[in-house]
């Protein structure tokens, strides 16, 4: 299984960015799969979380401008992020799980495979 996150960039307070987590070796419509951010000298936190349902869980800091969404053509799991703040600066990771099929919160626990991150960049 390969995750491979693209799309992070730096981008003016305001400003949008697309990220994007390739799969193979899985398939992104099976079980649950995650977003995750590590900012420096910050624990890694989770932003969003997206069952096979489809139901997405958020974290406060980033609801109502971020959104989970999965590409089953392309088997690829997004995150649209709108209204980007400096506090967003982070490396941001996308995460499968091979165990949990629903999303019933945003911890790290019980998430199989992990991509490398990409990075994020917010200037004011």
């Known amino acids: 299984v390969q995750l491979v996150e693209s799309g992070g960039g730096s981008v003016q307070a305001g400003g949008s960015l697309r990220l994007s987590c390739a799969a193979s070796?899985?398939?992104?419509?099976?079980?649950?799969m995650g977003w995750f951010r590590q900012a420096p000298g910050k624990e890694r936190e989770g932003v969003a979380c997206?069952?096979?349902?489809?139901?997405?869980m958020y974290s406060d800091s980033v609801k109502g401008r971020f959104t989970a969404s999965k590409d089953l053509d392309a088997n690829t799991l997004i995150l649209q992020m709108n209204d980007l703040k400096p506090e967003d600066t982070a490396i941001y990771y996308c995460?499968?799980?091979?165990?949990?099929?629903?999303?019933?919160?945003?911890?790290?626990?019980?998430?199989?495979?992990w991509g490398q991150g990409t990075q994020v960049t917010v200037s004011s």
């Open positions: 997206i069952g096979r349902d489809g139901i997405t």
């Open positions: 070796g899985y398939t992104v419509s099976s079980t649950r």
């Open positions: 995460a499968a799980s091979s165990v949990r099929w629903y999303c019933d919160s945003l911890s790290q626990n019980n998430y199989t495979f």
